[in-house]
Structure formats: structure tokens, C-alpha cells
């Protein structure tokens, strides 16, 4: 600016300088904007290398990110990223183009029209943080209200067993869930590997001096049915927690249920449990299994070759923390309807009105012009309101930051807790203290920025066929 | 086309510069003022500072400007070169110091405390826990409120039967960094899986910004157990835990508590975590918060009266600003640790000579 104010007072002073200075102004205030988003694109690149290289490409599928031991993978805030940007959009999609075909059909003028005008308007220029801020006071809780709900109305199953996710095999021989062994519905989950049974444990035998680490234990509850005889379940079930307390913290990995008394024990995998899982693996062997593999148990002496690996899942049960990526959608959702309903609105507005009198005269019905007249006229413009909310819906951060939940751990369904990368890099970049931690979230931000290029260019290559045609 | 590339080469330098202040520019700047001190860092020991300083400057007419932008901020702006101190909640990491020019010194100045604060409806005292039930919900092992280690240190105690739901901070935070230094002092699983950082990967839980977040998370959810700092926790008369020490006590937070956490013997450079502390009445989950600036003062072109007004702030900040601890609810030096941050200030050098006498 300073070399062209200094020619133009050297020079001739014609009015030809003038417009040069005046058109190249012009072009370098646009050009700002273009080195601008260079420049930032350049800064992500720059400042994601020692990221890059200390982690590579497997930085984008790797499913922890943890911080303390330097490993990051983008991967769960990838999911959250695009599952709440589209959901939101799913459900914000037919409320924009009901907004848009009312406001631009049915009730172009008058007060109601510019009152709904303006508050559609109002939705899109109100801060997210207090879109947040509802979110957490009113939203949190109805979902949380709603996820109470589902948990107590269920089914009334809240332990379940996959079968793909449990195994027992002893001594080489495969044995059958349910018909060779059970494992108990407050069974903690353990996998077991190449283990040789550590000792035979007694209601009340002393504990072996050393549990060596990850070793299964057998139990015989004879004794304790025999006692109980006649009485509830309950009292078998306090005995096996009695152990199982003074085995878990000391290295025990399973502890092997058999019943030597011939009485029988009516033990069996209670889906409606509700206790709290124990903490090692607790599973019953039947009594056909029993005879086949633990008939001789008799010392500590005994040994067998184990493989397990015990699955005791709850089917149904969603944490009612209220937070969560279907909140976050419904939140976003609310965010972008403006975008695509006030384009839509513009569009449907400057239909040719030829076009919609010749459908009329035709004798098509209101609905009919819509259908076939309206919507497919604007098609391509309510598509770019959709890019425009969904490119909103991606960047997201704050508003999302306060009812996602922020947890790292990959979401398993729409009620999971999530994280998006928006709200990774707004929560975490502050104390971010060391190198590689620094740059895995400014590359995180550059995920994001690609992400929403492709996306933008991916729709802007849809628009643009939809308009050829 | 043409156009475009003849322009671009006729506005090459304008061009050039304009991507270099897009892709970031640094600025250095360092108060030459004698009369103002600059530092920067830590936002939990800012409402003390901003008492502290305020009564400085009615005192001595020195302005001290404190920029609350975290820990790692300010540690990031003393490694610059760009204020005088930094204040962080966690000693430097290997990491930090290798980036420092220059040696630095750790000036503990008050420290704080972390407590778990819960959401169980109907219960009304305060929860006793010790380390390993602690450790184990943070795990996500423990899962209901009535399981039985949880009742057998509470009987008398009606706890009603809902899900154990785990709130934690999402932002990088001092508080973090203290809570988990304490569950890997005291859980060999937590140390293995998980670890101690100002961020670390949760095993379970939904993470709130700010102690507020996390405030608010318990708060709206029953079953929701979470920590916040005791100042926090005190100002908003939340409900909070007794945690079993190390001797086998079980203490309640309070300023005396943690004030008495810190009194154990020290490192001479004060670098450490008083977490899991030896003192008998101390409470469990603390830590300090430490002002840092480099050993020698003579950088930068500083001048000598200018290191002489830091040393003079700080050794203030550690006698008669303690005073004001009490009120705001901070937890003020202990004995020991006000010995051991009187001799670290006074190894502090201007061109090789000590400058407190």
C-alpha cells in the first residue's frame, strides 16, 4: 500500500492512475483472503509434523488417545465428529424445508410470516455457548429423564452372555457354554491364558501363601449347599463372594465353581440380576463337565491346562449421564435449521410465478406445484442450505463441548458418551505440555479442515450436476 | 492466468509478508518498566494473586500484572521470555525444561486441594473413602453405589442403589494433574492402565470443562461422583468426601488439612507432589501451586533493580501474603515449606550474585 500511495505521488496524476490503483487495491484486499486461508492451511501442515511423524498415518484409525503415554488416534473423535453432524442434520432437515416451503409458499407477507421470518433468523444469530448453556440445564436433563426411563422399563434383562465372547477350554477339550459351564451373572469379565489351575480352594482353607498372577482358582460349594439345604440361593451366593473377595486383589484371575455334594444348587445365569460384578471371572462347571474334568480334585496338587475368556455384558443399559452425542445432535440440529430454511425460503420465493400459474391452470393441486414445480426448480439451492448447515454442524465446538460428554472412548451407539474433534482441541490445547501432544491436535484440526473441504467440494460437485441438468 | 502471476510477482513482498503473519509471527515483548512485574499462568491461584497483588501495589506502589491463562501458558511465556514469572500447579516436565534457556526455580506460593464431591440423594454426611474404592470407581470396577466396600466404610449410611457414574475434567487441567498423581501413587492398576497427566485417557466417565462443568454434571445427575478444587467446593457448599491418608486416617478437606499435607520434609527444589502425604493429619489429595522464574536474572538486558522488585514480590508473597490464603480459601505454606522456598529464592542470581541477602 505504501509503494503504490508513494508512485502515485511521483507519477503523472491522470485519472489512469487512479483506476489501476483503485483495481489493483481491489484484487490485494481480495488476495488478503486468499493467503489468509493458505496461510492457515500452511500452519496446520506445519505445526502437525512432529505428530505426523512420530505417529504416522495410523493416527487417523487408532482408537486411543492418551495423552500420558503419547498415543493418539483420532479415530473416536472422527465417529463423534460425523455421527452428530448428521443426525443433526437428519432431524433438522425437515423442519428447515417445512420452514422454508410455509415462509416462501403459503404465507410469503403479513406479520405472522416476517414474525417467524425473523425469529428462524434469530435462532442462527444467537451464541452457541447459550445454546450450551440451555442445552446443559434443559436438555441434560430430559434425556437423562428419558435414559432412567429406558433402563428401569427394559425388558427386565440387565445381564446377558454372548456366546462368541466366551470360552472355556481344559486340558485341549472345548467345553459347551451353558451345558458344560455357566458363567455367573455377577461374573466379573477376564481372559485367561494357558493357566494351570493354582489351588483348590475351601469355604474357609487357609489362602496360599503366593497367588501367582492371572491364575483361575477351583471352589467346591459342596459343603456350603450341603449346609444350606433347603434354604435360598442367596446364601451360596454370599459364600462365593466371600471368597471370590479374598482371592480378587491377590492376583486371581477366575474362580471355578463345582458343587462335589449331589444335592442340587439351582445355581444358574440370572439375567435380572442387578448386583455389582464381582471382580475376577466366576464360573460354574456343571455337573456332567464336573465329573468329566474335576472328578479327581482332591489336593492342591491337582493341575489342568486352562483357556478362558468370560463375557458377562449388560444388553441394555445406558448410563443416564443425559449427555451424550444425541443430545449434541439435537443441539445442532436446533443450530442449523435457520441456515438451509432461510436459503430454501429465498429460493422457493423467486419461482417464476409463469411456472406455478401454468402448473395451476393445469389443474395441479397446492401440493402438486410443490411437489413437482417448486422443489425440483430450487433443488440445487436447498442442497447448498444443507452443505451450509452441515459445514456449521462440523465446526461446532462449544455448544457441543457442554452436553457431549467429552469422554475419549469410542461411541458404541447413539446414547454413548462422545467427543468431537472441535471440542478435543478446545478442551485440551491450553495445557497441552509436550510436543507430539501439542501437534496430534493441531492435526486434528487439519482432519477437520480437510473434512470440511471435502465435504464442501463433494456438495458443490452435486449442486453443480443437479444445475447442468 | 497471466495476470494473476505478473500481479503476484509485481506484489511478491506484500504477498510474502501477508503469509507470514497469516501462518504466525512472533512477537517478543518484555516490560522494561521497573515499576511493573509481569507474570502469567495458572487460573487457580489467580483470585489469591489478584488479592495479593492488589494489596502489593497499595503497599509499594509496584504494579503487577497477572495474566490467568493456565499452567502451561505460563511456563510457554516464561520459556519465551515474555514475562517475568510463571505460576503452575505442576513442577516443569522434562520436556518444558529442556526448552528453558536457562536454569529456573520452583517458589511454591499456597497450596490447594482436590475433592470428590457426589450426588447420592438422601445422604447427608460426609462419605468416608479410602484409596482404593477411590481408585476402583475411577476405574470403572466398581459400579454401584451399594456395593459392599463402599457400605462397609460408611455403616450407618443409607446409600441408595444407583449406578456409580464417574464425572472428570475434559480440559487439560492442574487439578487433573494432582487427582491423578494421587490415584497412581495409590493404585498399581491406575499406574498401569491409565497414569498421571494433566489430560489422561479416562477409562470411564463424562468430562466437564471447568470445575463448573464438572459441578454441574454431578449436580443434575444422581449417582455422579466427580472432583472439583476445595476452594471451588467451599465456595458453592458442595457435598465432599473424607479420604483415608496414608497413616490410616480418615480427613476431612479443610485449609488446615491440606495446609498440614504440605507439611512434610521437602525436596530442597520443592519439586514435588505433597499427594498421598506422609503427615498424619494431613489430607491426601494436594498440591502446590508454584511461581516460576529463571535462577540467574541477568537476561534479556534486564536490569538489576528490576530482579531485585521480582525477588522482593515473591519473598513477600511467601510471609505477608500468606495472610491472605485464609479468606479466599487457599491453604497457606507450612512451616517447612516457607524454609525450603526461603532458600530457593535466595540462590536467585543477578550475574552470578545473589541478590536477596
Known amino acids: 500500500m505504501e509503494l503504490q500511495k508513494s508512485k502515485l505521488k511521483a507519477g503523472g496524476q491522470g485519472p489512469i492512475r487512479m483506476e489501476n490503483f483503485f483495481r489493483r487495491s481491489l484484487v490485494i484486499i481480495a488476495l488478503v483472503l486468499v493467503v489468509l486461508v493458505v496461510g492457515i492451511f500452511l500452519t496446520l501442515v506445519v505445526q502437525s509434523i512432529p505428530s505426523l511423524k512420530a505417529l504416522g498415518i495410523k493416527y487417523l484409525w487408532g482408537k486411543t488417545w492418551d495423552p500420558v503415554n503419547n498415543v493418539y488416534g483420532a479415530l473416536p473423535f472422527l465417529v463423534g465428529t460425523l455421527l452428530t453432524s448428521f443426525i443433526a442434520l437428519i432431524i433438522a432437515m425437515p423442519f428447515s424445508y417445512a420452514i422454508a416451503v410455509y415462509l416462501g409458499e403459503f404465507n410469503t407477507k403479513g406479520w405472522l410470516s416476517n414474525f417467524l421470518k425473523n425469529i428462524v433468523d434469530l435462532i442462527a444469530a444467537v451464541p452457541s455457548v447459550i445454546y450450551g448453556f440451555w442445552g446443559f440445564l434443559v436438555l441434560v436433563p430430559a434425556v437423562q429423564g428419558m435414559e432412567n426411563a429406558w433402563n428401569a422399563k427394559k425388558v427386565g434383562e440387565y445381564r446377558t452372555l454372548k456366546p462368541d465372547d466366551n470360552s472355556l477350554v481344559i486340558n485341549g477339550d472345548s467345553l459347551k457354554l451353558n451345558t458344560d459351564y455357566i458363567p455367573l451373572s455377577y461374573s466379573g469379565s477376564a481372559s485367561i491364558d494357558d493357566s494351570t489351575v493354582n489351588a483348590v480352594m475351601q469355604e474357609s482353607s487357609p489362602l496360599p501363601d503366593s497367588v501367582k498372577q492371572g491364575h483361575p482358582f477351583i471352589y467346591d460349594i459342596g459343603p456350603l449347599v450341603a449346609a444350606n439345604k433347603g434354604k435360598p440361593v442367596a446364601n451360596i451366593y454370599d459364600g462365593i463372594k466371600q471368597v471370590e473377595a479374598r482371592l480378587s486383589g491377590k492376583g486371581a484371575a477366575a474362580l471355578l465353581i463345582i458343587n462335589s455334594s449331589g444335592i442340587a444348587d439351582s445355581l444358574q445365569f440370572n439375567k435380572k440380576d442387578t448386583t455389582s460384578p464381582l471382580d475376577i471371572a466366576v464360573v460354574y462347571i456343571t455337573e456332567a463337565a464336573r465329573k468329566k474334568h474335576f472328578a479327581n480334585v482332591s489336593s492342591a496338587a491337582y493341575t489342568a491346562n486352562i483357556h478362558a475368556s468370560v463375557a458377562v455384558v449388560d444388553p441394555y443399559n445406558v448410563d443416564p449421564y443425559g449427555t451424550g452425542i444425541f443430545t449434541s445432535s439435537i443441539i445442532l440440529a436446533i443450530m442449523i435449521i435457520p441456515y438451509a430454511a432461510s436459503m430454501g425460503r429465498e429460493l422457493i420465493k423467486m419461482v417464476p410465478s409463469a411456472l406455478k400459474e401454468g402448473a395451476y391452470a393445469l389443474g395441479a393441486t397446492r401440493y402438486e406445484v410443490i411437489k413437482s414445480v417448486v422443489i425440483p426448480y430450487t433443488k440445487s439451492g436447498l442442497a447448498a442450505g444443507v452443505l451450509l448447515s452441515l459445514g456449521r454442524a462440523l465446526g461446532e465446538t462449544m455448544a457441543v463441548t457442554m452436553v457431549i460428554g467429552n469422554s475419549p472412548i469410542m461411541p458404541k451407539g447413539i446414547f454413548s458418551l462422545g467427543h468431537t474433534m472441535a471440542s478435543v482441541v478446545a478442551n485440551e490445547f491450553a495445557e497441552a505440555d509436550h510436543t507430539v501432544y501439542t501437534s496430534a491436535l493441531v492435526e486434528l484440526g487439519l482432519v477437520l479442515f480437510l473434512l470440511t473441504v471435502t465435504i464442501n467440494m463433494i456438495g458443490k460437485g452435486i449442486i453443480k450436476r443437479f444445475t447442468n441438468e | ?357
Not at chain 2, 507470514?20 to 495458572?42: C, F, M, Y
Open chain 2, 1 to 357: 492466468m497471466k495476470n494473476f502471476i505478473g500481479f503476484v510477482k509485481r506484489n511478491f513482498v506484500s504477498a510474502a509478508l501477508l503469509v507470514t503473519a497469516a501462518t504466525g509471527l512472533q512477537l517478543k515483548a518484555s516490560a522494561q518498566d521497573d515499576k511493573t512485574v509481569l507474570g502469567a499462568g495458572s487460573s487457580f491461584i489467580n483470585p489469591l494473586f489478584t488479592k495479593m497483588f492488589y494489596d502489593y501495589n497499595q503497599k509499594f506502589g509496584i504494579q503487577v500484572n497477572y495474566q490467568s491463562i493456565g499452567s502451561g501458558g505460563g511456563i510457554l511465556q516464561l520459556t519465551n521470555k515474555t514475562v517475568d514469572f510463571g505460576a503452575s500447579d505442576a513442577p516443569m516436565n522434562a520436556e518444558q525444561l529442556g526448552k528453558v534457556s536457562a536454569p529456573v526455580l520452583h517458589i511454591p506460593q499456597a497450596s490447594g486441594a482436590v475433592v470428590l464431591t457426589y450426588n447420592l440423594p438422601g445422604v447427608t454426611t460426609n462419605l468416608k473413602l479410602t484409596p482404593d474404592v477411590i481408585a476402583d470407581m475411577f476405574l470403572g470396577k466398581i459400579t454401584q453405589w451399594n456395593d459392599s466396600r463402599i457400605a462397609g466404610l460408611n455403616k450407618g449410611v443409607t446409600i441408595p442403589s444407583v449406578p456409580v457414574l464417574i464425572a472428570h475434567r475434559s480440559d487439560g487441567s492442574g487439578t487433573s494433574n494432582i487427582f491423578t498423581n494421587y490415584l497412581d501413587k495409590v493404585s498399581a492398576d491406575w499406574h498401569t492402565k491409565v497414569g498421571t497427566g494433566s489430560a489422561v485417557n479416562w477409562p470411564v466417565g463424562v468430562g466437564g470443562k471447568g470445575n463448573e462443568g464438572v459441578a454441574g454434571l454431578v449436580k443434575q445427575t444422581p449417582g455422579a461422583i466427580g472432583y472439583v478444587e476445595l476452594i471451588y467446593a467451599l465456595n458453592n457448599k458442595m457435598e465432599y468426601a473424607q479420604v483415608k491418608n496414608k497413616k490410616g486416617k480418615f480427613i476431612m478437606p479443610s485449609i488446615a488439612s491440606v495446609t498440614a499435607a504440605g507439611n512434610v520434609k521437602l525436596p530442597d527444589d520443592s519439586k514435588i507432589f505433597i499427594t498421598n502425604t506422609d503427615a498424619s493429619d494431613g489430607y491426601p489429595i494436594a498440591g502446590f501451586t508454584w511461581v516460576i522464574i529463571y535462577q540467574e536474572q541477568n537476561y534479556n538486558s534486564r536490569s538489576a533493580a528490576k530482579a531485585q522488585q521480582l525477588l522482593k514480590l515473591l519473598w513477600w508473597n511467601i510471609h505477608d501474603g500468606q495472610q491472605f490464603c485464609q479468606a479466599l480459601f487457599y491453604a497457606p505454606l507450612s512451616k517447612e515449606a516457607v524454609k525450603v522456598a526461603e532458600k530457593i529464592l535466595k540462590s536467585a542470581t543477578y550475574s552470578g550474585k545473589s541478590i536477596l541477602k
